[in-house]
């Protein structure tokens, strides 16, 4: 084996060296300018030098969460990188596979969503199950190779004719009528054949991998666009062991089967568990034409005997015929149902709404259990605590009834494209522990994958399986400071009217005040509290005297008016320019939020706009930068930020306080000529409702609202003599003093009382 000097690895590699997934090795790379550079390509792969590797990953240490039980506080990735270089020998399927998923994607390369990436998928998987599943077909396609992409499908196509003409793998079939963009066919063979010579007699397991890789991975990049949202593996994975603690079973059941991934986990589970795939029996329902070939292909890629059937699972009016030991089901979250699905069956627990199918499947999966079976189902977190009555109903009579054994509520952001938070339903037909129910709280776990992708880690599911099976044993649920559980007896849940949250019945830490919590920090807030106290009555007294002399002048139409303006009539001697003839308008800085620091030079962001005013504490922060930075991005008194991206509209004026601090890019600094406008009347003019309106009616944005600089530029602004603006900025801002002052002495008196409340109800300070 060459040294590590000599040595090569691909991203994947990295990946499994220094045990992350793969998207955190492509956010290394495309985050940090110094990452290694590749050095070679094999088979379309690119491959970096692992001593370049290595030395990077020397400097990023391994995260508290994210550290095994071996690992202790300063591991680094390289020490992992390290570790399992030494023991490489024969790479891993799953690592083959995804090597293997990188190369193919690579080479079939993009399309559009909803258009050829649907083809590019079909395509993938077929010649992956073909390989898999049809070698001397897969021999007979690769003498078509030569040919071109058209009479390939149609080689493809006959070739899926002759296997079964009623396999469910005619949709596959109908998917290969459509006009296709051209693709390589013969290089993503010679990249299938490739990867399985290397896997030896692994082939079979690789091939799996690969599969499932594939999926996961269109499934992420279509996201919320996609027919059905594929369930994340480390959901399916948690819930095919969970059962698996249970004690398994050999007959397997889901209603809603997408692409199989449910389907596929307990049937690896099981296998691990000792039970021999010819021994498994499979039933699925799928409701659209591609998920009926791509999970009939998982079977026969798992060589497990099942069917997998057209439609909605809830259409089986008797899905406890054969009664199964196991359901699993992620089903469509609150979808309307047809009456004749719900009328023409009985319903143990009370019949579900029409309106929202979530109490359908709970009861679906329970009716297709045999009398000792077990169920995993997949809902969002509105079933734990809707009080619609025939849904609170339905929950309260499985509670009662002892039929759910546990719920784990999951983190959001699992599933691509949504941020919907989820629980999973553990469910028992033949009530083991029809007095409680397990309560686990994950909502914490897992790691961020990508900016908007969350992961459950090995060690999050092994924490969560480990105190099920305590549990479930009978033993005390003892959990971890990061994965908390309980175990709640009915009465509990009786009590609290049968809200099923797990939050709220974990208990939290007592609250322990602020060891640095001092009688002199006591006085000094009692002192800021006192000296806000008279700064709110000063201003009251201005506001007061501003508010006589309003209520002593008579407010009537103008003397000489015009109708043409933004805020309608105005005296004939004020006029209408565009914000552009007054003001420069400069959009922010953009920065990378890991570039972030602790200390530094503030840095405002559209969250730290107040009520037309900057928040005395922004949240981000940014080293020292350069003069060029600062001149371009620095803020001076009398600036006006607008919100550009978000909510445009929010304003806020810049004071002296805020000198030399930048701006982020979700904001536009506004810069008044002095000379022409006044800072505080534009920054009230800004405020105005009517004005606040137009900005909202000429955002530019599609998915995100967005002002466009030309078009602010735009916005009319109503402008008197100078010396009205300056007394009607001045009059505008007592009030804004007033509001503001009133927000501070909020602010302080929520700290008082937070400081006081704990020290006065333990007695550790006597009330006054």
């Not at 990061?482 to 797990?502: C, G, K, M, N, W």
């Amino acid at each position: 084996m060459p040294g590590e000097d000599d040595l090569t690895v691909s991203r994947a590699d990295i990946a499994r060296l220094a045990e992350v997934h793969r998207p955190a090795v492509a956010n290394w790379e495309r985050r940090h300018a110094d990452f290694p550079e590749p050095v070679t390509s094999v088979d379309g792969i690119e491959q970096f030098r692992a001593v370049e590797v290595a030395a990077w990953l020397q400097n990023r240490l391994v995260p508290r969460n994210a550290r095994t039980a071996e690992e202790a506080a300063g591991t680094s990735y390289a020490d992992r990188f390290h570790r399992n270089l030494g023991t490489r020998t024969m790479p891993e399927p799953a690592n083959l596979a995804e090597t293997l998923v990188d190369a193919l994607y690579r080479h079939i390369g993009t399309a559009r969503r909803g258009d050829g990436a649907d083809y590019h998928r079909d395509l993938l998987l077929a010649l992956i199950w073909l390989k898999a599943c049809h070698p001397g077909d897969w021999l007979q396609l690769s003498k078509a190779r030569h040919l071109g992409v058209h009479a390939f499908v149609e080689e493809l196509r006959s070739v899926l004719r002759a296997i079964d003409h009623t396999t469910q793998l005619a949709a596959l079939d109908a998917v290969l009528t459509r006009e296709v963009p051209q693709v390589d066919i013969a290089g993503l063979m010679r990249l299938i054949d490739a990867e399985s010579v290397r896997a030896g007699e692994a082939e079979p397991e690789m091939l799996r991998h690969a599969f499932a890789g594939l999926v996961e991975r269109y499934a992420d990049r279509e996201g919320k666009w996609s027919s059905d949202l594929a369930t994340p593996s480390s959901i399916t994975r948690l819930a095919a062991r969970l059962l698996a603690r249970t004690g398994g079973g050999r007959s397997i059941y889901d209603p809603y089967c997408r692409s199989g991934e449910f389907l596929a986990a307990v049937i690896e589970q099981s296998v691990a568990s000792g039970w021999a795939s010819s021994e498994l029996t499979v039933e699925g329902w799928a409701h659209h034409a591609s998920s009926s070939w791509t999970s009939a292909a998982r079977l026969d890629l798992h060589v497990v005997h099942g069917s997998i059937r057209d439609g909605l699972g809830l259409a089986d009016i008797n899905p406890g015929r054969i009664g199964h030991d196991l359901v699993v089901c992620n089903p469509p979250f609150n979808l309307r149902l047809d009456g004749q699905v719900l009328r023409h069956r009985p319903w143990r627990y009370g019949d579900p709404p029409s309106y929202n199918s979530n109490f359908a499947w709970l009861q679906h999966a329970l009716a297709a259990l045999n009398d000792r079976g077990r169920a995993a189902v997949l809902l969002p977190n509105g079933a734990l605590f809707s009080m619609r009555p025939r849904e609170r109903a339905i929950r309260a009579g499985m509670i009662e009834d002892g039929v759910v054994a546990c719920l784990v509520a999951l983190p959001a952001q699992l599933f691509p494209g949504t941020s919907v938070p989820v629980t999973l339903w553990v469910l028992d037909r033949q009530r083991r522990h029809p007095d409680e129910v397990l309560m686990v709280d994950a909502t914490s776990a897992g790691t961020m994958m990508s900016r908007t992708r969350r992961a459950l880690t090995e060690s999050d599911l092994s924490q969560v399986v480990e105190t099920f099976s305590r549990w479930w044993a009978g033993e005390p649920a003892d959990s971890s400071e990061a994965i908390p559980a309980r175990s709640v007896q009915l009465a509990e849940i009786r009590s609290r009217d049968y809200h099923l949250t797990p939050a709220a019945y974990l208990t939290r830490a007592p609250y322990e005040p602020p060891a640095n919590v001092r009688p002199e920090d006591l006085r000094a807030l009692a002192a800021e509290f006192q000296l806000l106290r008279a700064a709110t009555s000063e201003v009251e007294a201005k506001v007061g005297a501003l508010s006589e002399a309003v209520q002593a002048r008579r407010v009537g139409p103008a003397i000489v008016s015009r109708t043409s303006t933004l805020l309608g009539d105005i005296p004939g001697d004020w006029r209408e320019v565009p914000l552009g003839q007054l003001a420069q308008i400069q959009s922010g800085l953009n920065f990378r939020r890991d570039s972030a620091t602790v200390s530094g030079v503030p840095v405002v962001l559209a969250r730290d706009l107040r009520d037309g005013w900057v928040t005395d504490e922004p949240a981000s922060r940014l080293p020292p930068q350069s003069r060029d930075v600062v001149n371009r991005y620095g803020l001076l008194p009398g600036d006006i930020l607008c919100v550009r991206t978000g909510e445009p509209g929010g304003h806020a004026l810049v004071g002296l306080d805020q000198s030399g601090w930048l701006f982020g890019s979700g904001l536009f600094r506004v810069r008044p000529a002095r000379e022409a406008v006044v800072p505080e009347f534009l920054a009230h003019y800004l405020g105005l409702p009517q004005v606040r309106a137009w900005i909202r009616r000429n955002d530019t944005g599609t998915a995100v609202p967005t002002i466009q600089a030309r078009v602010l530029e735009g916005l009319p602004v109503v402008l008197p003599e100078f010396e009205v603006q300056r007394d009607i900025g001045t009059a505008l801002e007592l009030v804004q003093d007033e509001l503001r002052t009133q927000e501070r002495l909020t602010r302080v008196a929520a700290r008082l009382r937070d400081a006081l409340g704990p020290l006065l109800i333990t007695g550790r300070l006597a009330p006054p």
